[in-house]
């Protein structure tokens, strides 16, 4: 599975982005996706997650009410839709898909990555 990831670019706070992941290779139609970002000096971390058949969706606190992460399996894609956005979003956000629907908050449990896209936000 290849991830292509889109979307970043630098806005000002309080602005909205959305971020798009397109699959191929494979269908991504069984898999769940995942989000993660990784801030300058920072360890990677958790943004949101959705399941292969979008029914459930988690977020990490820090994006909890401003993120809102959906799929369209037709179109192997999924979309994060960022609003509100603060200074300390600023990051690489990647995109991953995983099989197993288990620990879908640890990077290391996906099986597959995108590239990024930069994220930054000024205030």
């Known amino acids: 599975v290849q991830l292509q990831a889109s979307g970043g670019g630098l806005v000002q706070v309080g602005d909205s982005l959305r971020l798009s992941c397109v699959a191929s290779?494979?269908?991504?139609?069984?898999?769940?996706m995942g989000w993660f970002r990784q801030a300058p000096g920072k360890e990677r971390e958790f943004v949101a997650a959705?399941?292969?058949?979008?029914?459930?969706?988690y977020y990490a606190d820090l994006v909890k009410g401003r993120f809102t992460i959906s799929r369209d399996n037709g179109e192997n894609t999924v979309i994060l839709q960022m609003n509100g956005l603060k200074r300390e979003d600023t990051a690489v956000y990647y995109c991953?898909?995983?099989?197993?629907?288990?620990?879908?908050?640890?990077?290391?449990?996906?099986?597959?990555w995108g590239q990024g896209t930069l994220v930054t936000v000024s205030s």
């Open positions: 290779g494979r269908t991504i139609v069984t898999y769940n």
């Open positions: 959705i399941s292969w058949s979008g029914d459930s969706a």
């Open positions: 991953a898909t995983k099989v197993s629907g288990m620990s879908v908050q640890t990077a290391a449990s996906y099986d597959y």
